[in-house]
C-alpha cells in the first residue's frame, strides 16, 4: 500500500507527449532540435561536396605556409617569412590591444560624460547632449576615417622638427613626438632585465614586466586587508581611521624599489634623419581606431550610465538626505549600488560592441585578425571558408570571455530581492 | 479614508507640551519658478506637539514639512529649528537633518539593504556609532514596531505595512527630537493602514514631536493637539481638533471637511 502523500500513479499514453504540459515542452524541444541537425547537416555536407568538386577539400594546412607579407604595427616579432598562423597571431593581438584601449577608454569617457549630461549646468548637459547624439547617430566607421584624416592632415610631418628653428616642437618636456606618421612616446626600458620566457615558438614574455605584476597584484591584496581593517575598526569603534596613505603606499613602495633594482629607465624617442627612432611608436591608424571607436560607444556608455542614475528614483536620494547622509556617500552607498544593477547588462553589450566594430580597422590599414587572416592571408590562399570560420570562432571566444568576465561581476552586484 | 480603531484607549495626559520651542517658522516664502507655493507662513511647535496638517491637493503640505528639514529650500523668512536656523550652510544643515526624522509616502527604503542595514547605515555613517551597538539599537526599535523577525530579509519581501512600520524604525534609529511624516499611510491598503498608524499613536505617546501631513481624519482627533489647515500655500485655520472638526471657520475649511469626511 502507497501512503497517502503519493499522487495517483497514471499509465503513460503517447498522446500525452502532446496534451500533458509535464511533456509538452520537451518533445517540442526535441523535435526542434532534430530540424536543426537535419538542416545544418545538410549545409555543411553540401558544401563540402561542392568544394570537392572544386578541387578545394576544407583543410587548415595554408596555416603553417609562409605568410609572406609585412605587418608594421604588431606587439610580438614578425617579419613576412612567418607563417599565416603567426600573421594572424600578431592580428588577433591587435584586435585584443584595440579592444583593450578602447573598451577602458570608453567606459571612462562614458560614466564622465552620463553624469556630466545630468549635471545642473545647462551649458555642460547641453554639450554633452551634443557629443553624444553626434557620435552615436553617424556609422563609426565615418569617425574611424575621420580621425584618422584629422591625425595625417592637421600634424606636423617629422622633417618639421628638424633644424634650429624647427617649425615642430617634442611636447612635454621633450619626450613625446606627435607626428603625421604617429605617436612616439618614451619606452620603458630596464637596465638590469631578468630576461624572457618564451611561450611556445609563439612569443616571449617579460620576466620583469611578471614580476612588477607579482609586486602589483601583492601591494592591491596587502592594500584590500588594510581597507578590511579600517572596516573592523569602523565596526568596533565607529571611528573609520585615516588609512589612504597607507594603502597607497604599500602598493606604490614595493613597486618603485623593485623598478629601481630592474634599473627602470626610459628609452626616448629622437630624430634621426628624416624619421624619429627609439621609444614607441603607436601609430595613426591605431590611434584613430582607438579614438573612434572609444568615442563612438562612449555615446552609447553615456546613456546606459545616465538611464542606469535616473532610474534609481529620486526618492532614494531624498531619504538618504532626510537620515542626514552626505551626498558623496549617499551615491557611493545608495545610488551606485543600484545603479550599477541596471547599467552593467547593456555595458557589457558595449563591450562587445566594440570589440566586433574594431574589425573595422582595415579601413585606416591597422592591420587586426580581420585585416591579416580573413583579409591579406584569405586573398593569398583562396579559402574563405576555413578563414572565416577561424574568424568567426576568434571573435566569438573573444565576445564569450568579456560576457563570461563581465556576468561575473554582475552576479556580484545584483539586488536581492523575493 | 479608514476610521481609527477606537480599541486602544489613548492616555493623552501622558502627552505634554512644553513651554520649550522646537520649530519656529517666520514669514515664510516659497516659488517654485513663477509659482509661489508657499505664502506667509508662521508656526511655532513647542517641544512635544503632536500637529496635523491637512488640506487639499496642491495646497502645499508636502513642500512645508519638506522645507524643515531642507528637501526644499525656501526664498525667504526663517526656519529655526532646535535654535538652529536652516541657512545654507552645510553644517546647520547637517545638523539638523541628524535632529529631523522623515517618513514619506512611499516608503523610500533602501532596496538593496537588508531591514537591519536600512536602520544601521546612517547612525554609521553619519553618528559613527560601531557597528554592534548601532545593530542593538536598530534591534530595539524593530521591536518597537513589531517586526523583529524580518531584520534580515531585503525591503521587497515585506509588506507595504512592514516598509512603512521599518521607515519609521530606521528614522528613530538616528534617536530624532522631531519626525515628519508625509502622508504615511496613503499609498496602504486599509488593514495596513491601522497598523502604522498605532506605530505613530504609540511615539506620540512617548512624546515625540510630530508633524504630520495626512487625511486621517480619526488619527487628527485622537492624537493631535493642533491641526492646520492649509489651502493655496497659506495656512488658513488653525486649532484644536474638536474646535476644527466641529466648528470650522473659514468657508475654505468647511468645504474640505465636508469632502473629505463624506457628509
Ligand atoms: N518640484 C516642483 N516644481 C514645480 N512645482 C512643484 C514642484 N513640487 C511641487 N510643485 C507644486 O507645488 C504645489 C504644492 O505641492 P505639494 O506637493 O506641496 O502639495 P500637497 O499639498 O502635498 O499635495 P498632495 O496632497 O497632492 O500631496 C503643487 O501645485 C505642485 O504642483
Ligand atoms: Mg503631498
Known amino acids: 500500500m502507497t501512503t497517502l502523500t503519493d499522487p495517483p500513479s497514471e499509465s503513460f499514453r503517447l498522446s500525452m507527449l502532446i496534451y500533458d504540459t509535464r511533456y509538452r515542452a520537451i518533445t517540442f524541444q526535441i523535435i526542434a532540435l532534430i530540424c536543426f541537425l537535419l538542416f545544418f547537416g545538410w549545409l555543411i555536407s553540401n558544401t563540402a561536396q561542392n568544394l570537392a568538386d572544386l578541387g578545394k577539400e576544407p583543410s587548415f594546412g595554408f596555416l603553417m605556409e609562409p605568410a609572406g607579407y609585412d605587418i608594421n604595427q604588431r606587439l610580438i616579432d614578425y617579419n613576412n617569412q612567418d607563417s599565416h598562423l603567426r600573421a594572424a597571431f600578431v592580428g588577433l593581438l591587435n584586435t585584443l590591444l584595440v579592444a583593450f584601449l578602447g573598451c577602458v577608454t570608453a567606459t571612462v569617457v562614458g560614466v564622465i560624460v552620463g553624469v556630466l549630461r545630468l549635471s545642473n549646468n545647462w551649458l555642460i548637459s547641453r554639450l554633452m547632449a551634443v557629443y553624444v547624439e553626434m557620435f552615436r547617430n553617424v556609422p563609426v566607421l565615418m569617425w574611424i576615417v575621420l580621425c584618422m584624416a584629422i591625425l595625417i592632415e592637421s600634424l606636423p610631418a617629422p622633417r618639421a622638427f628638424r633644424g634650429d628653428d624647427a617649425e615642430a616642437s617634442m611636447k612635454l618636456f621633450d619626450t613625446v613626438a606627435i607626428t603625421n606618421r604617429g605617436v612616439y612616446i618614451p619606452e620603458p626600458l630596464f637596465s638590469r632585465s631578468l630576461g624572457d620566457i618564451p611561450v611556445g615558438n609563439l612569443f616571449n614574455i617579460s620576466i620583469d614586466l611578471i614580476a612588477i605584476l607579482i609586486v602589483l597584484a601583492i601591494g592591491f591584496y596587502v592594500s584590500h586587508r588594510i581597507k578590511l581593517k579600517a572596516d573592523a575598526t569602523q565596526e568596533a569603534t565607529g571611528v573609520r581611521p585615516r588609512t589612504w596613505y597607507m594603502r597607497l603606499g604599500v602598493i606604490f613602495v614595493p613597486l618603485a624599489a623593485l623598478l629601481v633594482i630592474l634599473g627602470f629607465h626610459l628609452g626616448y624617442p629622437e630624430l634621426s634623419g628624416f624619421n624619429f627612432s627609439g621609444g614607441t611608436h603607436l601609430r595613426n591608424s591605431l590611434i584613430a581606431l582607438w579614438l573612434a571607436l572609444s568615442l563612438y560607444t562612449a555615446a552609447f556608455i553615456a546613456e546606459n550610465v545616465r538611464a542606469g542614475i535616473l532610474a534609481i528614483s529620486k526618492g532614494q536620494t531624498e531619504a538618504a538626505s532626510a537620515l542626514g547622509l552626505r551626498p558623496s556617500i549617499t551615491m557611493r552607498l545608495v545610488i551606485l549600488p543600484q545603479a550599477l544593477r541596471v547599467i552593467i547588462p547593456p555595458l557589457i553589450s558595449q563591450y562587445l560592441n566594440l570589440t566586433k566594430n574594431s574589425s573595422l580597422a582595415i579601413a585606416v590599414g591597422y592591420m587586426d585578425i580581420t585585416g591579416t587572416l580573413m583579409g591579406i592571408t584569405l586573398n593569398q590562399t583562396g579559402r574563405e571558408l576555413e578563414t572565416v570560420l577561424l574568424g568567426m570562432l576568434i571573435y566569438l571566444a573573444i565576445s564569450l570571455a568579456i560576457s563570461a568576465v563581465m556576468n561575473f561581476y554582475n552576479s556580484r552586484v545584483k539586488l536581492v530581492e523575493r | ?263
Not at chain 2, 134 to 161: C, N, R
Open chain 2, 1 to 263: 479614508m479608514s476610521e481609527l480603531a477606537m480599541d486602544t484607549p489613548i492616555d493623552r495626559s501622558a502627552m505634554k507640551v512644553s513651554d520649550e520651542v522646537a520649530i519656529e517658522i517666520r514669514n515664510m516664502n516659497k516659488w517654485y519658478g513663477q509659482f509661489h507655493v508657499l505664502r506667509d507662513i508662521n508656526l511655532t511647535v513647542n517641544r512635544g506637539e503632536r500637529i496635523v496638517i491637512a488640506g487639499p491637493s496642491g495646497s502645499g503640505k508636502s513642500t512645508l514639512i519638506r522645507c524643515i528639514n531642507r528637501l526644499e529650500e525656501h526664498q525667504a523668512g526663517q526656519i529655526i529649528v532646535d535654535g538652529t536656523e536652516l541657512t545654507s550652510d552645510l553644517k546647520n544643515i547637517d545638523k539638523i537633518r541628524s535632529e529631523v526624522g522623515m517618513c514619506f509616502q512611499h516608503f523610500n527604503l533602501f532596496p538593496h539593504l537588508t531591514i537591519l542595514e536600512n536602520c544601521t547605515l546612517a547612525p554609521i555613517w553619519v553618528r559613527k556609532v560601531p557597528r554592534k551597538e548601532a545593530e542593538e539599537t536598530a534591534m530595539h526599535f524593530l521591536e518597537k514596531v513589531k517586526i523583529p523577525d524580518q531584520a534580515l530579509k531585503y525591503p521587497g519581501q515585506l509588506s507595504g505595512g512592514q516598509q512603512q512600520r521599518v521607515a519609521i524604525a530606521r528614522s528613530l534609529c538616528m534617536k530624532p527630537r522631531i519626525m515628519l511624516f508625509d502622508e504615511p499611510t496613503s499609498a496602504l491598503d486599509p488593514e495596513m493602514i491601522k497598523e502604522v498608524l498605532d506605530t505613530m499613536i504609540e511615539l506620540a505617546q512617548e512624546g515625540m514631536t510630530m508633524l504630520c501631513v495626512t487625511h486621517e481624519m480619526g488619527f487628527a482627533r485622537q492624537v493631535a493637539n493642533r491641526v492646520i489647515f492649509m489651502d493655496q500655500g497659506q495656512i488658513v485655520e488653525q486649532n484644536e481638533p474638536e474646535e476644527f472638526f466641529n466648528n470650522p471657520r473659514s468657508e475654505r475649511t468647511k468645504l474640505f471637511l465636508s469632502q473629505i469626511l463624506g457628509h
